[in-house]
């Protein structure tokens, strides 16, 4: 016996989603399923979990369906398919764990399916499935946000949704997290998957660039550590390019001082090694 609820709700993004969840009393474990639709594209996430009364699904099992109305077989990614950051670890939220959205402002819908590895702060996951120019085969890939999962909005309104986070690689980079700083991170679907764009977005990193400025004042002002929001500033200002990198350094250096050079280095140091651009 399998006694069950289904729950409708309508879908955030577009169509309407189901959300199935059966639970027995079996040795068998229970499953949790959730379909989303957006036009022809359906997509069901299904995973076993241990405890049904979890708001949220460790996902030991975790399956993804995607179905295009005359687009022939289902394309499906199962267990491994997740690695290397799930499913064993996994934790999938009842609400809203797929999504089917047109990232790319075709028309056409890609699939996303978010995922939390455990821990105190990290990590957010996503899986992003998608037809590189409208080819019948799907890919899928997954992308470690880290501590901060991005937003997806569109940052300079050309129809085509960014994914919108930080570089997480600060988080513990320059001191402990309670005073980390993070630079702004934007990750657009390329072709291949979810690729690093930010320099492109020039308004935003700016605007980004101007908040780390302020955000180091305001640490300075308090006593608090400030290396990782100049190491933040920097990486912005590396985003902005231009005169901006030039400018930037110049300023860091100015309020740091000579007592500040070892400081300075090590920023150097970091972030020319992560690809940012320090002069
Ligand atoms: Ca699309
Ligand atoms: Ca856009």
Do not use: N
């Given at each position: 016996m399998a006694p069950a609820f289904v729950r409708r709700r309508r879908g955030a993004v577009a169509g309407a989603a189901v959300l199935v969840w059966c639970s027995s009393a079996s040795?068998?474990?229970?499953?949790?399923?959730?379909?989303?639709?957006?036009?022809?594209?359906?997509?069901?996430?299904?995973?076993?979990y241990g405890n049904a009364a979890d708001a949220m699904l460790r996902a030991d099992d975790l399956e993804l369906v995607v179905t295009r109305q005359g687009g022939g077989t289902p394309a499906k990614w199962h267990g491994r398919a997740f690695a290397p950051w799930g499913p064993e670890q996994a934790i999938v939220s009842r609400a809203g764990a797929v999504r089917v959205v047109d990232v790319t402002g075709d028309g056409e819908a890609e699939v996303l399916v978010d995922i939390y590895t455990g821990g105190a702060h990290c990590c957010s996951v996503s899986y992003v499935a998608w037809r590189a120019d409208r080819s019948p085969r799907y890919r899928m890939r997954g992308v470690r946000w880290g501590n901060i999962a991005p937003s997806l909005i569109d940052v300079n309104a050309d129809g085509a949704l960014e994914f919108v986070g930080v570089d997480d690689r600060f988080a513990y980079a320059f001191g402990p997290y309670a005073v980390a700083e993070?630079?702004?991170?934007?990750?657009?679907?390329?072709?291949?998957?979810p690729a690093v764009t930010t320099p492109?977005?020039?308004?935003?990193?700016?605007?980004?660039?101007?908040?780390s400025w302020s955000i180091f004042l305001a640490h300075r002002r308090r006593g608090d550590p400030t290396m990782g929001a100049l190491a933040a500033y920097l990486a912005n200002a590396s985003n902005v390019g231009g005169v901006a990198v030039r400018g930037g350094w110049a300023r860091a250096r100015r309020v740091t001082g000579a007592s500040g050079?070892?400081?300075?280095?090590?920023?150097?140091?970091?972030?020319?090694?992560?690809?940012y651009r320090t002069r």
């Open positions: 040795a068998v474990a229970p499953t949790w399923s959730e379909t989303v639709s957006s036009g022809p594209v359906s997509a069901t996430l299904t995973t076993t993070f630079p702004a991170r934007v990750w657009s679907l390329a072709k291949d998957g492109r977005y020039h308004s935003y990193a700016m605007a980004a660039m101007r908040s050079t070892r400081t300075m280095q090590t920023i150097e140091h970091r972030l020319r090694g992560w690809g």
